[in-house]
């Protein structure tokens, strides 16, 4: 049975560029779900894009759509987009990031910086320290983490140190925990 591709390495592609009016590069933002993603184009517009059944099923092994990903689209001139809708695209071609990097060394008329506009937007929500998180800004909060904070200089230094809370708070219902 013959089989494409037996060596194993993957022969380099030509790479689809921009051919025609109306089509431009973008980057996958967010994925909508109903194969509809959010693309930022190199415009700086955000458009929904739709995955056209090529991209989708069983099919999308080497199109794995995420946000980040670099996506060549064509947007649906023929239609007026409504007041407070996002215009519309259809998906044409998903490159890897092998195929970005070509791209950016041969496709110089394009200015790539919208290509790490999903990156920001995607990380900055959770660009947060593990150390500066904080739950509470309650008053007790913050009485226990001074009290924490003494017990353990105390016991640094080699005191025997017990940490009591007032009695009048009541008690402590499991189900508020």
């Not at 929904?48 to 092994?61: P, S």
């Not at 080699?158 to 009591?164: E, F, L």
Request: proline content about 1%; aromatic content about 6%; some cysteine.
């Amino acid at each position: 049975m013959a089989r494409k591709n037996v060596n194993g390495a993957k022969q380099p592609s030509k790479l689809r560029v921009i051919a025609e009016e109306g089509e431009l590069f973008a980057v996958v933002v967010k994925i909508l779900g109903g194969s509809i993603c959010a693309v930022v184009g190199m415009d700086n517009v955000e458009r929904h894009c739709h995955i056209r059944g090529k991209f989708r099923g069983g099919h999308r092994r080497d199109n794995m759509l995420k946000a980040g990903t670099l996506v060549l689209v064509g947007d649906w001139g023929f239609t007026s987009s409504k007041a407070g809708k996002a215009p519309e695209c259809d998906l044409l071609e998903v490159y890897s990031d092998i195929e970005k990097e070509r791209l950016k060394k041969s496709v110089t008329n394009v200015n790539w910086s919208f290509a790490n506009v999903a990156d920001s937007k995607s990380t900055d929500e959770f660009n947060v320290d593990d150390d500066t998180l904080v739950f509470s800004n309650d008053a007790t909060q913050d009485e226990y983490a001074a009290l924490m904070k003494a017990a353990i200089s105390a016991q640094s230094k080699g005191a025997k140190t017990t940490i009591a809370f007032d009695a009048d708070e009541g008690n402590v219902d499991i189900d508020d925990i």
